[in-house]
T-cell receptor
């Protein structure tokens, strides 16, 4: 079983759509959680941290459920520029463990 | 601030040769640097963690004699892929941390290695 698993994707959505990504992690001792964004052939960039209380940054909302070991990312009013691969990332003992990523393609 | 560079950005080499990739923190001192590898359509996989002045700690399954890591200064780490083979073709990304929270890693732009 992979340590961090994500929806397989790809997600193809029209502009303005709301899209949700899910992620599960296997190690209950994981300490902190993040969503990164990776554009094609580029390095990953931190999108946002994820907290149990839920957190929002503009059109992006992240949620963490420690009991279910589940993380989500919701993107509202998607833009063409949101097209990228979204990586679910977990901090385990100071190491970042990356999920496989879910590809999002936003079409006009 | 917190800029990390990598050089070269891409390299093509022949099978059997060695390739050195540099990772530099440009505006901060990196006490810890991390090396990742990413194959197409796959996740970033941590290869090794290096602390300045110490030997690198390799992840399970990563051959330390094949992937030589040197972190001789607080701003520079190098990864040398020795006797490269086509299966080593991948995207190699480094990240650097100034020693704050473990997740405060700043990523370099990556190096795309193709071994022919």
């Amino acid at each position: 079983r992979k340590e961090v698993e994500q929806d397989p994707g790809p997600f193809n959505v029209p502009e303005g759509a709301t899209v949700a990504f899910n992620c599960t992690y296997s190690n209950s001792a994981s300490q902190s959680f993040f969503w990164y964004r990776q554009d094609c052939r580029k390095e990953p960039k931190l999108l946002m941290s994820v907290y149990s209380s839920g957190n929002e940054d503009g059109r992006f909302t992240a949620q963490l459920n420690r009991a279910s070991q589940y993380i989500s990312l919701l993107i509202r009013d998607s833009k063409l520029s949101d097209s990228a691969t979204y990586l679910c990332v977990v901090n385990q003992g100071g190491k970042l463990i990356f999920g496989q990523g879910t590809e999002l393609s936003v079409k006009p | 601030g917190a800029v990390v560079s990598q050089h070269p950005s891409w390299v093509i080499c022949k099978s059997g040769t060695s390739v050195k990739i540099e990772c530099r923190s440009l505006d901060f001192q990196a006490t810890t640097m991390f090396w990742y590898r990413q194959f197409p359509k796959q996740s970033l996989m941590l290869m090794a963690t290096s602390n300045e002045g110490s030997k690198a700690t390799y992840e399970q399954g990563v051959e330390k004699d094949k992937f030589l890591i040197n972190h001789a200064s607080l701003t520079l780490s190098t990864l040398t892929v020795t006797s490269a083979h086509p299966e080593d073709s991948s995207f190699y990304i480094c990240s650097a941390s100034a020693g704050g929270q473990p997740y405060e890693q700043y990523f370099g732009p990556g190096t795309r290695l193709t071994v022919t």
